[in-house]
């Protein structure tokens, strides 16, 4: 974050409009992930009277070609600011103007503190959309991929080329860590060992559970059935995001357990 000298004035303002600062309404819907978000406009209007009241005004604009800089100025002169990369997807002006679009969405709600809720048009009123998570792919709905779950944590066989643990160079999860330098492999294997077993489910059937336990096939199912959950526009909740994430770590572990060589640049 950059700021001017002195931002008494303008944090005083700030902290008061904070009270008249609206939520941005989800109003739109994203046609790919079947998802309500808060556009550019909505933020807008969340915000607007809230920073006229109170003498703040907002400034976006395009800098070093790839960052979009938001700027929060006051009456007395005092400003803060915050920039946020663009990441363009496309590589003509359509994909660059949307970049610019999202930029300055989540670039304003972030330095004004805007959250966003759903607009149901009432209907919350009359009745409330189920949160409850899809079930869990484990045990009963996985009867053609071999026997379900144990309930208790058994011995995993990490093995390389073993029958239950599949090659992970081949994974869709596994993404190389950037190359800060040389540790041991020792090293890696044992940070990367304490992390999967730090890493707990905390609910569902395989609650207190690692995926060390669960076996690298059966945690690849898991995450594949995630995946699609969320394609499919259904309700994921975070630890399923996590275990998720949490394959990376398991596949690089593996990866790293059949090197023959003293160190692995890391």
Do not use: C
Not at 84 to 91: A, E, R, T, V, Y
Not at 239 to 247: D, G, L
């Amino acid at each position: 974050m950059d700021k001017s000298e002195d931002i008494k004035e303008l944090l005083s303002a700030l902290a008061k409009a904070q009270e008249f600062i609206k939520v941005a309404i989800k109003d739109k819907v994203n046609p790919h992930f079947k998802s309500k978000f808060a556009d550019l406009e909505s933020v807008q209007a969340a915000t607007k009277d809230a920073l006229v009241k109170h003498g703040l005004f907002p400034i976006q604009l395009i800098e070093d070609e790839y960052y979009l800089r938001t700027i929060i100025g006051h009456s007395s002169g005092q400003w803060i600011s915050s920039r946020f990369k663009l990441l363009i997807n496309k590589q003509d002006m359509q994909g660059l103007g949307s970049a610019i679009t999202y930029a300055r969405r989540y670039g304003l709600a972030a330095i004004l503190n805007v959250a966003s809720d759903d607009d149901d048009d009432g209907n919350a009123a009359v009745s409330k959309p189920s949160t409850k998570p899809p079930p869990s792919p484990f045990p009963d709905e996985w009867p053609e991929h071999g026997p379900p779950v144990q309930t208790k944590p058994r011995p995993v066989n990490h093995a390389p080329g073993s029958r239950n643990e599949p090659n992970p160079q081949k994974s869709e999860f596994a993404n190389p860590p950037e190359q800060i330098g040389t540790v041991s492999l020792t090293e890696i294997i044992e940070d990367l060992h304490a992390q999967l077993e730090a890493w707990k489910f905390p609910a569902g059937v395989n609650a207190g559970r690692t995926l060390l336990d669960i076996g690298y096939r059966n945690s690849k199912k898991y995450a594949e059935w995630v995946l699609e959950q969320e394609r499919s526009g259904n309700n994921v909740i975070d630890y399923q995001r996590k275990a998720v994430e949490m394959m990376d770590v398991f596949s690089a572990y593996l990866r790293a357990k059949e090197e023959n060589v003293d160190e692995i640049p890391f």
